[in-house]
Nanobody, 123 residues
């Protein structure tokens, strides 16, 4: 499975961005999917994840109400809509897939990773 993330960029505080992640592979619909981010000098952290069932989504407290994850199994894509962006959202964002199908917050539980896309929020 290969994951390709896109959609990052530079935005002012309060602005919006939409990240997308396209995946190869026929079993995409069986994977739990997640977005993580890593700021300079910090560890990679869980942002949001989506499981196999409708409505099975999880968010870090820091992004609840501002970020929305969605998946399209027909297109093998997972998206992250981000609004009301803050400077502290600045990081490299990674999409990830877990073949066990369960959303977890631990990066080690994910089997496949995209290359990352930079999101920079200016104040």
């Amino acid at each position: 499975v290969q994951l390709q993330a896109s959609g990052g960029g530079l935005v002012q505080a309060g602005g919006s961005l939409r990240l997308s992640c396209a995946a190869s592979g026929r079993t995409f619909s069986r994977y739990a999917l997640g977005w993580f981010r890593q700021a300079v000098g910090k560890e990679r952290e869980f942002v949001t994840g989506i499981g196999l069932a409708i409505g099975n989504t999880y968010y870090a407290d820091s992004v609840k109400g501002r970020f929305t994850i969605s998946r399209d199994n027909a297109k093998n894509t997972v998206s992250l809509q981000m609004i009301s962006l803050k400077p502290e959202d600045t990081a490299v964002y990674y999409c990830a897939a877990a073949t066990h199908g369960v959303v977890t917050t631990s990066p080690g539980a994910y089997d496949y990773w995209g290359q990352g896309t930079q999101v920079t929020v200016s104040s």
